[in-house]
């Protein structure tokens, strides 16, 4: 059987149809996501609810009540992280903060974190030690391929770590893009006479549209300012959240126009100013880093076509 396996692996045509075969599902798949692609926004706000409903559980555990709303995590992913003790392990003192950042709010996101630290590992290590060993695709001397799996393991190890940032880095991203839109929509909101947290609450709604993510942050901060004792910690965790230095300066702006009383409109004005000129910055920065790039491209693709392209006439002159 296993020989079956190795032949049919190590076999040419085999995986040349695997590969036309899984092109086609992806291609397939392409055309038909547009059609199938379910409701981002819906699923979003649900989440939102359900973050608002766990912040109502927390408060009433608070005041003595014994209701439970916390949705539990898979009872396999428990069992395995509690029974090897990954939380001492594994975890890390920056793990939460990642999952907060990169949108993982629930009671299992730790779990699940601590729960693929340790299998990623395994089944990369298992995997390539079955490529290298057993069936023996690459002809390689045995440090080699011992040093093939070691690299197979650190990547394994590094793999959650890397999900979770770059999922971080594309949430920022599209905060970063929306933020002053938003700033300006709270600006006009709260300058019309609503209070701070009628105003985000409204900036949730419209926002959405451009912004899933911010629109999500934001409605899950006005729940925190509608059940929290203390307001200040609601604007803390909106910068916790997502990590930009932008936002940390908002909520300390508010934070102060909540402890001082200072205006709340003038702050937003200046800061969304800053926003838009930061935003415009990054921008320029961007472009002014482009011909730089491009010069390697240029001298790698478009040089030897160029040559190619003049020299070709007058070598078939000669030839003649």
């Not at 949430?171 to 609503?194: F, H, K, N, Y």
């Amino acid at each position: 059987m296993i020989s079956l396996i190795a032949e049919k692996l190590i076999d040419p045509r085999f995986m040349g149809m695997l590969l036309v075969g899984i092109a086609s599902a992806a291609t397939m798949f392409a055309l038909l996501q547009p059609i199938l692609e379910p409701d981002r926004l819906g699923k979003r706000m649900k989440l939102v609810g359900d973050e608002r409903e766990e912040i109502r559980r927390r408060e009433r555990e608070r005041l003595g009540s014994k209701v439970s709303l916390r949705v539990a995590p898979k009872a396999y992913m428990k069992r395995v992280v509690e029974q090897f003790n990954l939380t001492r392990w594994l975890g890390t003192e920056t793990a939460k903060k990642q999952l907060l950042m990169a949108g993982y709010r629930s009671a299992g996101a730790e779990t699940g974190f601590l729960f693929f630290r340790l299998v990623v590992p395994i089944a990369t290590t298992f995997v390539s030690f079955f490529y290298l060993f057993v069936l023996q695709v690459l002809d390689q001397p045995f440090l080699v391929r011992v040093m093939i799996v070691i690299v197979a393991a650190i990547l394994g190890i590094k793999a959650p770590e890397i999900y979770l940032s770059n999922r971080t880095s594309k949430r920022q991203t599209e905060v970063r893009a929306a933020w002053p839109d938003a700033l300006d929509l709270a600006l006009i909101c709260v300058e019309s006479g609503m209070s701070v947290e009628h105003a985000f609450r409204k900036v949730s709604a419209e926002i959405a549209i451009q912004s899933v993510v911010l629109a999500e942050e934001l409605a899950v901060m006005t729940a925190e300012l509608s059940y929290l004792p203390d307001r200040r910690i609601a604007y803390e965790n909106l910068a916790n959240r997502i990590g930009l230095d932008t936002i940390k300066a908002v909520t300390t702006a508010l934070i102060q126009a909540e402890r001082y009383g200072t205006p709340v409109g003038q702050a937003l004005r200046v800061l969304s100013q800053e926003s838009r000129d930061m935003r415009m910055t990054e921008a320029e920065k961007k472009a002014a880093a482009l011909p730089p790039k491009l010069t390697v491209p240029m001298i790698i693709f478009f040089l030897p076509v160029l040559f190619v392209v003049i020299l070709t006439p007058a070598a078939i002159q000669i030839m003649r």
